[in-house]
Nanobody, 127 residues
Framework: QVQLVESGGGLVQPGGSLRLSCAAS????????MGWYRQAPGKQRELVAAITSGGSTNYADSVKGRFTISRDNAKNTVYLQMNNLKPEDTAVYYCVAGTFYSSVRTYYTREDVYNSWGQGTQVTVSS
């Protein structure tokens, strides 16, 4: 079992920045990919960014160039630096972790890869 605890959400003005953190505990030795999903009211949940234990990344097209995912394996923590935030980034952000491996980078864009989910943290972008 892997437990994930997110922090860093909040209210920010358009154009501002936030950094989300997610600390993993429990069976951390089993984790390969970690990442972030988000869900806005009335919309489908979507992958924002993911990173494997080897450092391979995937990003949603809507956040490329604005968001950066990083990982500190020694601290079992994944981060999401969000810059130039837009109102459409408003959502609940969920940290995820998965124990499966694949040599195909786009494999990690599949939701069924992630078998542990955090409780979510609200990000609101509004003036």
């Amino acid at each position: 079992q892997v437990q994930l605890v997110e922090s860093g959400g909040g209210l920010v003005q358009p154009g501002g920045s936030l950094r989300l953190s997610c600390a993993a505990s429990g069976s951390i030795f089993s984790i390969n990919a970690m990442g972030w999903y988000r869900q806005a009211p009335g919309k489908q949940r979507e992958l924002v960014a993911a990173i494997t234990s080897g450092g391979s990344t995937n990003y949603a097209d809507s956040v490329k160039g604005r968001f950066t995912i990083s990982r500190d394996n020694a601290k079992n923590t994944v981060y999401l630096q969000m810059n130039n935030l837009k109102p459409e980034d408003t959502a609940v952000y969920y940290c995820v972790a998965g124990t499966f491996y694949s040599s195909v980078r786009t494999y990690y864009t599949r939701e069924d890869v992630y078998n542990s989910w955090g409780q979510g943290t609200q990000v609101t972008v509004s003036s």
